[in-house]
């Protein structure tokens, strides 16, 4: 997914850490090889090639929750962001069962706002499957905590907070504009950094794209539905 992927696990069982990085790893391997837009033979890149698939419960899953991101924010979260000509939506894509079909052709979906999310989660799980529950994984600018407590510096505000069994995400820019929005496939206005505390990994990563785009006052209010906290700060 393009990004570097770092974890920590407490514990007095040195082998059974080893163990659980071990399957951690593993699996991260195997969500790169089905979520990620770097890799021309990957899942979600043959998806875009044929137009319709039977996907697999990741891919589906990841998908799912950013279909439904995307009709609560009205496209400020759209996944298919990747067709910076804007010649598709998410209304664009289908989903029945587990099978996704891209009504036109040449769609080009991107993952990148939310994947990372879900595969921290997914390294969690495999740790407490392995009795690490004491465990946090961090993936760019998300960090998903398990239990014990985890100091955490967000960067759009400056303070540490201590986490457990939840996660972080940030999303924005510092020098330079890279954030699109989806519904125009212009950058978006002025230069923000937005952190997101949430209950998973996935639901935070989304969140703090969607409220990059979508600003403070909106996007606190989406914050609120969805029982998490923003922090905003306009960097220039």
Same mark, same amino acid.
């Given at each position: ?84 000509? @804007?010649?598709?939506?998410?209304? $664009? ?5 587990? *099978? /996704?079909?891209?009504?036109?052709? %040449?769609? !080009? &979906? ?88 949430? @209950?998973?990994?996935?639901?935070? $990563? ?5 409220? *990059? /785009?979508?600003?403070?006052?909106? %996007?606190? !209010? &989406? ?14």
């Amino acid at each position: 997914m393009g990004t570097l992927v770092r974890a920590v696990i407490e514990t007095r069982h040195p082998e059974q850490a080893y163990q659980a990085f071990q399957a951690g790893f593993a699996r991260i391997r195997e969500l790169d090889g089905r979520l990620s837009h770097y890799k021309p033979e990957s899942e979600l890149m043959r998806l875009c090639r044929a137009g319709e698939a039977e996907v697999s419960e990741d891919l589906f899953r990841v998908l799912e929750h950013a279909q439904r991101m995307a009709f609560e924010t009205n496209g400020a979260f759209d996944v298919t962001i990747g067709d910076r000509t @804007r010649h598709s939506t998410f209304r $664009d894509i289908e989903m029945r069962g587990r *099978r /996704v079909r891209l009504k036109k052709p %040449g769609m !080009k &979906l991107d993952l990148g706002a939310i994947g990372k999310g879900y595969a921290g989660d997914e390294m969690l799980r495999v740790f407490r499957a392995h009795g690490c529950g004491r465990a946090m994984a961090a993936m760019s600018g998300d960090v998903v905590c398990g239990d014990g407590a985890w100091q955490i510096k967000l960067e759009a505000s400056g303070e540490t907070l201590t986490l457990k069994r939840c996660a972080a995400s940030t999303s924005g820019d510092t020098v330079q504009r890279h954030i699109f929005d989806a519904r125009s496939g212009a950058s978006v206005e002025g230069v923000w950094l937005v952190s997101v505390v949430a @209950r998973t990994g996935m639901q935070a $990563d989304a969140l703090a794209t969607a409220l *990059r /785009v979508l600003g403070e006052a909106e %996007g606190q !209010k &989406l914050a609120a539905r969805h029982h998490a906290r923003a922090w905003f700060r306009r960097v220039s």
